[in-house]
């Protein structure tokens, strides 16, 4: 390895121990560091000098996008839990009918938020996410937008889809709560748990079914939230 790019990956790692990011962290920033030095390896150059940036430019993208990637499963999470949560309407189920508003926010919002957060997950640390950011902060925005028209008793409108669609999504929330067991993600369960008790109407007509499957999945999902608020709060670094 050249000796500057050493000399950089030295400084990115002092540098993030410095301000607190965790270890495993820094290690996902170093394998993409040298990772992307193959490239200028390659050219017989730097990597600074293949970036056209200083060191201090690059520490500076490769700290902004650490706080991207770790605000973008909460920001995601938020956004698709409170408009999922809120937009939703269980009570026209048994009429197999569903609003305009979330016909709006699950074609478009839910879309191009899973699209973005996919895309920040597996970006590299290396190169910059902002506009990413900034389109899932905008979605955030029309999704206020869309709660607020609701307040106001503008639904966009009443459509009749089958029951089937329902009963499918049902499966899905089940399925996002085992896949939760697996990669230990209690985010994954939170929001498999909203759309198990948002959709619980469509696969059973028993009063008693409904009301112990909306009272437990509302109860974990607190203890979920709760959890993170405390986890969160003790972070020297988010």
Known sequence: ???NNEVLLENV???????????????????????????SDEKDIDYAE???????????????????VNYNPILFYILNFLLMAYLFDKKLIPFSAVTGLYIFYFVVILSISLVIYIIIKKHSYLYPNQKLMMTN???????II???????GLSLGMYVIPIAVFQAIFVV?????????????????????????????????????IMITTFGSW?????????????????KYV
Request: hydrophobic share 55%.
């Open 219 to 235: 109860l974990i999902i607190l203890f979920i939230i709760l959890y993170f608020v405390m986890i969160y709060s003790t972070r």
């Open 1 to 3: 390895m050249r000796p």
């Open 173 to 209: 929330g089940v399925l996002l709560v085992v896949v939760s067991l697996f990669l230990k993600k209690l985010e994954v369960a939170a929001m498999g748990l909203a759309v198990i008790q948002k959709t619980i109407a469509a696969v059973t007509t028993n009063e008693m079914a």
């Open 146 to 152: 869309l709660c607020i028209l609701k307040i106001f």
């Open 137 to 143: 902060i905008l979605l955030f925005s029309i999704g």
């Open 50 to 68: 293949y970036r056209h940036k200083s060191h201090a430019e690059i520490l500076q993208i490769v700290e902004r996008n650490i706080v991207i």
């Open 13 to 39: 790692n002092d540098y993030l121990q410095h301000v607190g990011i965790l270890p495993k962290q820094i290690d996902k920033v170093q394998h993409s560091l040298k990772k992307d030095m193959k490239k």
